[in-house]
């Protein structure tokens, strides 16, 4: 991993989360993101690498050596995104116990709300290098 380079985990077959992982790629135009499913082999040495348990199925934003879980994770991903998503920022000045509690109630709802695949996302050729 580069200095400037940022991993993220996300759940490999939850539709939001591939969904997700577009936008943020199309948005992310300096190229400091890379990704890895957390049900894939790099996913998991990450999560073990990181105390993250493996039970945990949402978002995880590595960056100068620290894992941020859920809303932490989120905004500090949309901070370095272009356009006007780094204002969304602001949001950090909640307490995370509130962040966090909106968070995790989309996360428990996002296969109901947007399903889940049969399998991890496969990257195209054009997108692999971005994938761990």
């Excluded at 859920?70 to 991903?77: D, F, Q, W």
């Excluded at 272009?82 to 509130?98: D, E, F, K, Q, T």
Aim: glycine fraction near 6%.
């Amino acid at each position: 991993m580069q200095a400037e380079e940022s991993v993220i985990l996300f759940d490999g077959v939850c539709n939001l989360c591939n969904r997700s992982v577009m936008f943020i790629i199309k948005h992310d135009p300096k190229g400091r993101f890379r990704f890895a499913a957390l049900q894939s082999p790099a996913g998991l040495q990450l999560t073990r690498q990181y105390g993250i348990p493996q039970t945990y199925g949402s978002v995880v934003l590595i960056e100068n050596g620290k894992a941020h879980l859920s809303s932490t994770a989120a905004l500090r991903i949309a901070r370095r995104l272009n356009r006007l998503w780094p204002l969304v920022y602001v949001l950090m000045l909640v307490p995370a116990v509130i962040r966090d509690r909106l968070y995790n109630w989309v996360a428990h709802n996002r296969y109901r709300w947007f399903g889940s695949a049969d399998h991890c996302m496969r990257p195209t050729d054009r997108l692999r290098a971005k994938f761990l």
